[in-house]
């Protein structure tokens, strides 16, 4: 794994364009042909994993190695100077924020038209991009100038000016209102993925009755618009109402398509987050067609900004997992894990964690599609070792997953503690519901069987519970995402389970169409 040395992943996150760019701006800005930062920025960037004693070596005699730390935390200003720089066309409002910075000189030049010209500019453009704040700036300017009228011309002017400042800043605290209702929501999903208690299902139900979430209408602005369709989504898939939520996921993702002409790093973020909320509830509602067109628009992507790279790539490998465990092509999952694993090692520190833990749960189920438990138990162990705030419905299903597979390995030695500690941690969280309580108990059962008879007999109720407990929607979605019927019915019919997960997908399509 890579250091953890702040510059050294600094440096190693830096595209090649961006490296020939900072040697030019370093070579501007510090004195030296040569400068002792360029070469210490080299001497880093030719390091695979971080070695500061040859660091030291490299350097030894020169001033580098007796101030190595203070050269390093120097270098690292300068090479986020550099980025600035390179970037700050891609940089969200930084345009808008120039502009205002060269109507200021002007104005205090006393070039006053000029001012006005580039503020008109600077306006145009904070407006048409809904940045309130770049755009109530650029009116506060404007009143400035317009100090330079007479006396009745001026207060009627101004005051026009200042009605529109109020409005836009009316506008900006309402946005920053559904911002803060979103953050309230995620919260309480890391937590209630799924809602499986009356409680939880009721703080959904009271949080979507406040007034803010009464009607699109209440958004003022087109980002405000934007976070009511997300937050209206999540609400309606924790619900179990998935077509609604994917119905206003499609129309987050509608309008961030049309912002992209051209598109800035921060527009691209946004996009990639529409896709992934979009085919979020595609896989909810079963809609499998779209999901490969948009995990090739994210493998598409193309940016110098590292972060837009990783975002786009951690969520096209996870919906492509995702589709293969839906329909049962978990072979070609196995065959993409080379892929994948380069994946993993090239920006294991720029993946958001929770997309590590995904993977490793889909593999795990992959292998398990193609009839290896064991090695689907190591990579499950990989989730379940894995310190980071991973959400609690995925460690639910790991641990389940644990004693089937165990079982499916004939790890018999293992299993009868296994359950011990399962049960116990269910218990602990208060996260014992029905389906838990099931799978525990069956599997309970099947380590006790001594016979095959008992064993079908076993697997033919539990099918039959399983198909009771499908009808309640908060159950279905842990049931579901392992398919744990096709599972019984594998062993039920002496069958591969990856050819009775195609059939119940297949069969499930045919009839929606009949539909």
Known sequence: MKSKDFLFDLIASLTPSEKRYFKVYASRHVRGKRNNYVQLFEAINRQKVYDEDRILRTFEGHKVARYLSVAKNYLYSLILKSLRAYHNENIYDYHSKEQLDFADILRHKGLFEQAALVLKRAKKEALERESHIYAVQALE?????????????????????????QQLMEEHMNRMSYVRLWHQLDEFQKKNSALRTKEAREWVTTFMQHPLLRSEEMALSQRAKNYFYVIMSDCHQLLGANEQALAYNY???????????????????????????????????????????????????????????????????????????????????????????????????????????????????????????????????????????????????????????????????????????????????????????????????????????????????????????????????AIEYFDVQAWLISRIENRPFSDVVSERVAAWKAQRQMD
């Open 141 to 165: 300017q404007e009143r400035q100038l317009l100090k330079r009228l007479p006396a009745e011309e001026y207060y009627r002017a101004a005051d026009a000016n200042l009605l529109q400042q």
């Open 251 to 477: 129309k987050v993702l509608k309008v961030r398509e049309k912002e992209l002409s051209p598109p800035s790093s921060s527009q691209l973020l946004n996009y990639i987050s529409a896709i992934n909320n979009y085919l979020r509830t595609c896989c909810s509602t079963w809609h499998c067609d779209a999901i490969p067109i948009y995990v090739e628009r994210l493998r598409s992507i193309e940016s110098d900004s590292i972060t837009v790279t990783v975002r786009a790539r951690e969520r096209a490998f996870f919906y492509e997992l995702a589709l293969n465990r839906m329909t049962g092509a978990y072979a070609d999952s196995i065959a993409g894990l080379a892929d994948l694993t380069r994946f993993l090692e090239e920006y294991f520190h720029q993946i958001t964690p929770h997309y590590v833990e995904s993977y490793y749960l889909e593999i795990a189920i992959a292998f398990f599609g193609v009839g290896d438990p064991r090695q689907a138990l190591v990579w499950l162990e990989k989730v379940l070792a894995r310190k980071s705030t991973k959400r609690q419905e995925m460690v639910n299903q790991a641990k389940l997953l644990t004693l089937i597979f165990h079982f499916e390995a004939g790890n018999v030695a293992v299993l009868e503690s296994t359950l011990r500690s399962t049960y116990r941690y269910f218990i602990k969280r208060k996260h014992l519901f029905q389906f838990e309580s099931l799978v525990i108990n069956f599997i309970r059962q099947l380590h006790k069987a001594l016979s095959d008879h008992e064993l079908r007999l076993l697997f033919e109720s539990m099918l039959r519970e399983t198909e009771a407990l499908k009808q309640d929607p908060f159950e279905r979605q």
